[in-house]
């Protein structure tokens, strides 16, 4: 069984910094590409920031440098810094994941983590 779950979010004011994490747990030999998405309500889920085995990153638009994407592959972990948060960045916060249970390429799965809230408001 492989799991993926988030934490680390909570209310914060505009302009305020929180930092996100999701590990992966369980029977896992190798974690590929991973991802933030958000999701506020009443708007699809979007991507965030990327990052992928080899630590190439990519982030969205609106992102304008405020958060940063990170892997720790020691505690199958990525992590994601926001900073200056706004209100607009309100939302459900998912983690992504492709996981091997094997070593072979063929058996990567994408995983799915069950969100984490973030709230910005006064």
């Known amino acids: 069984q492989v799991q993926v779950m988030e934490s680390g979010g909570g209310l914060v004011q505009p302009g305020g910094s929180l930092t996100l994490s999701c590990a992966a747990s369980?029977?896992?030999?190798?974690?590929?590409?991973m991802a933030w998405y958000r999701q506020a309500p009443g708007k699809q889920r979007e991507l965030v920031a990327s990052?992928?085995?080899?630590?190439?990153?990519k982030y969205a638009d609106f992102v304008n440098g405020r958060f940063n994407i990170s892997r720790e592959t020691a505690k199958n972990a990525v992590y994601l810094q926001l900073k200056n948060l706004q209100p607009e960045d309100a939302a459900i916060y998912y983690c992504?994941?492709?996981?091997?249970?094997?070593?072979?390429?063929?058996?990567?799965?994408?995983?799915w983590g069950q969100g984490t809230q973030v709230i910005v408001s006064a």
């Open positions: 990052i992928t085995a080899s630590r190439r990153t």
């Open positions: 369980g029977n896992l030999m190798l974690i590929y590409d």
């Open positions: 992504w994941a492709e996981i091997g249970a094997t070593w072979n390429i063929r058996d990567k799965k994408p995983y």
